[in-house]
């Protein structure tokens, strides 16, 4: 395809692969400030996501719901996709903390300094920018933290209905 690094990680639904530049990873402890093994944790989950919205043809709705949309239209369904993303994560969270019991204390602090350091908001801001909501494809940094809590607090993938939220 025509991925670049620069995009950071990303799902491929032609191929149903997640692809991950490492030095991603870098830029999200030095440049963004949130370090951790469970901060890179969020973020492949949250790809994951990607995964189980398209096998459970959510994609493709989103996406077929974006023809012949305005740009901030297609903007807002994104950002309602990856905000069920972010949901997704915190749901395998709970149960990575409730099967598994593989999280340690700091865990979920991790995924929520990962989950603000990637919000619209703060990437716009950092780069300069004023921050414009409607430019929004990935939702602000406090929806984000809060869509990635209501999947982890619930451990429900019905809880991540974001299409159907009426306040994100």
Not at 57 to 63: D, L, N, P, T
Request: proline residues 3%; negative net charge.
């Amino acid at each position: 395809g025509k991925a670049q690094s620069a995009m950071g990680p990303f799902y491929c639904p032609a191929d149903h692969k997640v692809y991950l530049d490492l030095s991603f990873f870098d830029e999200l402890h030095q440049r963004f400030g949130a370090p951790g093994d469970f901060a890179q944790a969020y973020v492949i989950a949250h790809e994951v996501g990607h995964h189980v919205q398209t096998l459970t043809g959510i994609s493709a709705q989103v996406q077929a719901a974006g023809r012949g949309a305005s740009k901030a239209q297609v903007n807002a369904l994104s950002v309602r996709q990856e905000l069920q993303a972010d949901c997704f994560a915190g749901v395998w969270a709970n149960h990575a903390r409730r099967y598994a019991g593989i999280l340690e204390p700091g865990d979920v602090e991790e995924a929520m300094r990962a989950a603000a350091a990637v919000g619209d908001d703060t990437l716009q801001r950092s780069a300069g920018r004023s921050v414009v909501p409607d430019a929004f494809t990935h939702g602000s940094s406090e929806q984000r933290m809060r869509w990635f809590n209501i999947g982890f607090e619930t451990g429900s993938v019905e809880a991540c209905d974001t299409f159907k939220a009426a306040d994100l």
